[in-house]
């Protein structure tokens, strides 16, 4: 993965290099390996992607959104992207036990993740789980501020009409997607 990312040396002169830089983390394919090694979890704010270095750990969302702003404070082009897919047994593994408890095969999931000259790049680290960007019902360029309200947005949008089609309860669908985030959370911490 790492021969494939772009990589350009890390400045203090920002917020988000100087983080970076403090922690012994000099250029950007360190950054990505970086943070992809840190466990999949919640920060306790969904609107400081920094938190994710202050915490240890973070979703696609915030992981993604913390070296989107790296690469902006050094005017390098690699942009956020949103997809949604359908998460499954098959693309994300633990997740089948818990959608069937919910009476479902699948759930409506949004991934973040990377793109620099076409290349998809994912730290999230989440291991076992197959590329998400692989089979993507949908995918929009997005700003860090996007990762909150408009992603959320987004999703519930998409779930809704998901489950519309599916004649699934749409409050149910979205509790399924939220113990199968909790697994991740909690199979993450465990091999963390």
Not at 13 to 27: A, I, K, M, P, T
Not at 53 to 74: F, N, Q
Not at 122 to 139: H, K, R, V
């Amino acid at each position: 993965m790492t021969r494939e990312l772009p990589n350009f040396e890390l400045s203090s002169v920002g917020r988000v290099g100087r983080l970076f830089v403090e922690r012994g983390v000099l250029d950007f394919r360190s950054a990505v390996v970086h943070v992809r090694s840190l466990p999949y979890g919640r920060t306790s704010s969904r609107s400081d992607p920094t938190l994710v270095l202050a915490e240890g750990r973070g979703t696609c969302s915030s992981k993604h959104a913390l070296l989107r702003e790296l690469a902006r404070e050094h005017a390098q082009p690699v942009h956020l992207y949103m997809g949604i897919y359908e998460m499954k047994e098959a693309n994300t593994p633990g997740v089948g036990r818990i959608l069937e408890d919910y009476g479902l095969m699948s759930v409506p999931e949004v991934h973040c993740y990377l793109k620099w000259d076409g290349t998809v790049i994912d730290a999230t680290g989440l291991a076992g789980n197959q590329d998400p960007t692989a089979s993507l019902l949908y995918e929009e360029l997005i700003e860090v501020e996007q990762v909150t309200q408009h992603k959320v947005y987004t999703h519930r949008a998409w779930l809704g009409e998901w489950a519309a089609k599916a004649n699934v309860d749409p409050d149910r669908a979205w509790a399924a997607r939220e113990a199968c985030i909790g697994m991740l959370e909690l199979r993450s911490a465990s091999f963390g």
